[in-house]
């Protein structure tokens, strides 16, 4: 880790993974579709059309239409913003809880150390999808509450590698020369310890997102996450559930959509751990 | 040995102790007022309500709550279901078997598939076949359950015609007698091979829908187990001594890469219990998931809340124990 990764190396090695090259160039045209949705359809994801309802694909209706006549299509599209976003966000949130709780543990120590410790392996201990659905039950039913409702849970885990980095990255020799010149303790933890320690972090997220993709959905699903109209993907398959025997296009293209993000983000993630930890290259 | 069991049973105690706690606040935070619940639900008059306040205590301080709440959860009693008007701990009990059965079933496929595969790719490493099982891999693990049950009835079920769509067995047949709660291995116990068969037609395909995440996980897992092997000092010895590449695998390097192996089989078995919840669903499969998942429906959140509870403290126990069988079989495994 200590080795600068140049960008135009890190581009190099890219090209040649073309698993991995190709789960970036999706990641890439899923940023753009989440951020203009309008160059890919110009269709209204919200727009009911009773006469066309459930209409299998053709020319017209390229993914078919739903049991309001809305096109399937357009409404994947808009929904990449909502379903990718809400994991970004998840994501996001709890690198930076479980980064900031993890860097405070590990650089205080004693007991302040010990609560933090503690308090993870209880959340560490449990399956996260059965405590999600607890505490996004608690919340209220409602996909802002599950994206905190899994950022809650998910924060432990980051907060157990963050600490450990700071474990290591205190002993090292550059942190003690400051400390001896007399540098102030927030000091070091802000210019020394915090941005080594983000590596790895950053590493782990960019691995989870996958997971996490599929856990909202999962949690949508359920009816614990984003409520109907809203077209988020697993929203969509829970009310095209009813349609799947004979209107088959309806619950399946949200759940394709879902298993070829999610596949592009592990895609990546898997060259990333590979290039950050060359000793887990197998 | 012992006191390696002391001590993971005291942590385990602990993380039960602070789960109780979040469970407590989850539950405070719930709409609805478990009262009138307990009083019988919207028919109960005022004055029932305020009974039934003070039975349960919710009219004493918060701490005070959390205790008795720890007390009645310690005894097993999770309150009553909204909907059923039963005894949460029966519903669960009732529903269980179902999802164990399931479970274990997928659980046998992932191992019984996982294993041969991650052999034949660390065997193979480095050629194409390695290269197709990572992929593979990739591909497992990015399919979510739910969404790969309905295509797998789509195919199985609409279009093939081979397996049913869901349940435990055909509707035209009553369960075989209550023993053990598992459908095959009651209608085998009964001798009845018309249930047997049908309780097995209707496991198929959630358990291999359910058992894919894990299958790829165990393949890979196996993998990585057994190049370490293969890159220690005894095999290199073994293969000096002129033994065929078969044995050395088999003999040398396989028995030494079981322990991590069957620990990563032991550990899945959480985990598919946790996706049983969303396969269940899928297959209208009567377990503990549909259990919680028409709980959230119905909006009955004291089942919800047994239901996480319950499960919870099964998962957590079934790492411990998976844990101390570790230990037993490696005592060089130390945590």
Redesign the interface.
């Known amino acids: 880790m200590t080795r600068r990764l140049g960008l135009v190396w890190l581009a190099r090695q890219l090209g040649r993974n073309v698993?991995a090259a190709l789960g970036a160039l999706l990641i890439l045209l899923l940023l753009v579709v989440s951020l203009e949705p309008r160059w890919f359809t110009e269709r209204d994801p919200y727009r009911l059309d009773p006469v066309n309802r459930l209409l299998p694909p053709s020319a017209t209706y390229l993914l078919g239409t739903d049991e309001m006549g809305r096109d399937i299509y357009t409404r994947i599209v808009y929904g990449t913003r909502l379903t990718l976003g809400a994991a970004v966000l998840a994501v996001a949130l709890a690198t930076v809880v479980g980064g900031l709780v993890g860097l405070l543990a590990g650089y205080a120590g004693g007991w302040l150390d010990e609560v933090v410790m503690?308090?993870t392996?209880?959340f560490l201990?449990?399956?996260?999808?059965?405590?999600a659905?607890?505490?996004v039950?608690?919340?209220?039913?409602d996909l802002v509450n599950s994206v905190l409702g899994l950022a809650g849970i998910w924060w432990a885990q980051y907060a157990r590698l963050m600490r450990s980095r700071v474990l290591e990255i205190t002993a090292q020799e550059y942190v003690l020369g400051a400390r001896a010149t007399g540098v102030g303790r927030p000091r070091i933890l802000l210019r020394h310890v915090a941005p080594n320690g983000l590596a790895p972090l950053t590493v782990k997220a960019s691995i989870d997102m996958?997971?996490v993709v599929?856990m909202l959905?999962?949690l949508s699903?359920?009816?614990?996450g984003a409520k109907p109209p809203i077209p988020e993907w697993?929203a969509m398959?829970t009310t095209g559930?009813k349609y799947?025997?004979d209107y088959?296009w309806v619950?399946?293209f949200p759940?394709?959509a879902?298993?070829v993000s999610?596949?592009a983000f592990?895609?990546l993630g898997?060259w990333i751990r590979d290039v950050m930890d060359p000793r887990a290259r197998? | 040995m012992l006191l390696y069991v002391a001590r993971r049973l005291a942590a385990l105690a602990f993380v039960m102790l602070g789960m109780s706690l979040l469970m407590f606040v989850v539950a405070h935070a719930l709409p609805g007022d478990p009262a009138r619940v307990a009083a019988g639900g919207v028919e109960a008059t005022t004055e029932m309500v305020r009974i039934a306040r003070e039975q349960l205590g919710l009219d004493r301080p918060l701490a005070v709550q959390y205790l008795l709440y720890l007390g009645r959860t310690a005894r097993g009693d999770l309150g009553r279901s909204v909907v059923t008007r039963r005894r949460i701990a029966d519903d669960l009990l009732e529903f269980f078997p179902a999802t164990l059965e399931l479970t274990a079933a997928a659980v046998a496929f992932a191992g019984l598939l996982g294993v041969p595969l991650g052999i034949l790719s660390a065997v193979r490493r480095g050629r194409l076949s390695d290269h197709v099982s990572r992929l593979a891999f990739l591909f497992g693990i990015s399919m979510p359950v739910f969404w790969l049950g309905l295509v797998a009835i789509l195919v199985f079920y609409a279009v093939l015609g081979l397996l049913p769509a869901g349940g435990r067995i055909d509707y035209l047949l009553t369960p075989p007698p209550h023993v053990t709660g598992f459908y095959t291995a009651d209608s085998l116990l009964a001798g009845d091979g018309q249930r047997l068969a049908s309780a097995l037609r209707h496991l198929v395909l959630p358990a291999l829908v359910l058992s894919t995440v894990s299958l790829a996980f165990i393949a890979r897992m196996t993998r990585s187990c057994l190049l370490e092997v293969l890159g220690e000092d005894y095999v290199r010895t073994a293969r000096a001594k002129g033994l065929r590449e078969a044995l050395v695998i088999y003999k040398h390097a396989l028995r030494n890469a079981a322990v991590p192996i069957l620990v990563t089989i032991g550990l899945q078995l959480g985990t598919l219990m946790g996706g049983a919840v969303l396969t269940e669903t899928i297959f209208t499969w009567p377990g503990i998931g549909t259990y919680a998942v028409s709980a959230v429906e119905n909006q009955d959140y004291p089942a919800l809340m047994g239901f996480a509870v319950t499960f919870s403290f099964l998962y957590a126990l079934l790492n411990v124990v998976v844990d101390v069988l570790a230990y037993r079989l490696n005592p060089r495994v130390s945590v």
Request: charged fraction near 10%; aromatic fraction near 10%; charge should be neutral.
């Open positions: 698993p503690r308090t392996d209880v201990a449990f399956p996260p999808l059965v405590l659905m607890a505490v039950a608690a919340l209220g039913q996958g997971l599929i959905s999962a699903f359920m009816g614990l697993g398959i559930r799947l025997l088959w619950p399946t759940g394709f879902i298993f999610v596949l592990n895609l898997d197998t």
